[in-house]
């Protein structure tokens, strides 16, 4: 990993959200770092809730196949 240091160029407007949210003692560095720590912390949990919903709904239609294999006449199926 390179110690080079680089500038970047945001609008006045980032910058001041930035501002806000950052200790006092905190760079900017850190401030960026740390949401970009949250943003991965929130894909990673946004991935983990589609795995589970995805796991759920193929349960529930596992389910209910199965109910429909049961059924010999699928004009006596009742809704």
Known sequence: MSNQITTI??????????DRLK???QSYEEAIILLMSFAEKCRRM???LLIEG???MASE???????FEGIED????TW
């Open 46 to 48: 946004q991935k983990e």
């Open 61 to 67: 239609n596992l389910k209910i196949s199965k109910e």
């Open 9 to 18: 160029q945001i609008r006045e407007n980032v910058k001041l959200a930035l």
């Open 23 to 25: 200790s006092k003692n």
């Open 74 to 77: 699928l004009n006596e199926w």
């Open 54 to 56: 995805c796991e759920v």
